[in-house]
């Protein structure tokens, strides 16, 4: 079974920052790009973030862009998402996620998310 497990969220300041972590079993963590997604309160989930199966290519949404960082421990099964500069609207429920099925990521297994509030 697949488990994906967020932690690292939290109440931050504006341009403060976060490392968000994502423990994963239940699947061949290596053989998967991941993602990061995320949903503000009263608005759909959107894609943050993606890293491919090893780690050397990175995508970002351009609402994260040179703030955000992707990363990832293959030998730990672990992904991570480094948050700098946070901004109001960065407010929301972070979750991890892996393709599943023929769907997009609104529809692949995601863990209880995280969640991060920036606020002063």
């Known amino acids: 079974e697949v488990q994906l497990v967020e932690s690292g969220g939290g109440l931050v300041q504006p341009g403060g920052s976060l490392r968000l972590s994502c423990a994963t079993s239940?699947?061949?963590?290596?053989?998967?790009?991941m993602y990061w997604v995320r949903q503000a309160p009263g608005k759909e989930l959107e894609w943050v973030s993606t890293?491919?199966?090893?780690?050397?290519?990175?995508y970002y949404a351009d609402s994260v862009k040179g703030r955000f960082t992707i990363s990832r421990d293959n030998a730990k099964n672990m992904l991570y998402l480094q948050l700098n500069s946070l901004k109001s609207e960065d407010t929301a429920m972070y979750y991890c996620?892996?393709?599943?099925?023929?769907?997009?990521?609104?529809?692949?297994?995601r863990g209880q998310g995280t969640q991060v509030t920036v606020s002063s």
């Open positions: 890293i491919n199966n090893g780690g050397i290519s990175t």
């Open positions: 996620t892996k393709p599943e099925g023929t769907g997009g990521y609104r529809d692949w297994p």
């Open positions: 239940g699947f061949t963590f290596s053989s998967y790009t």
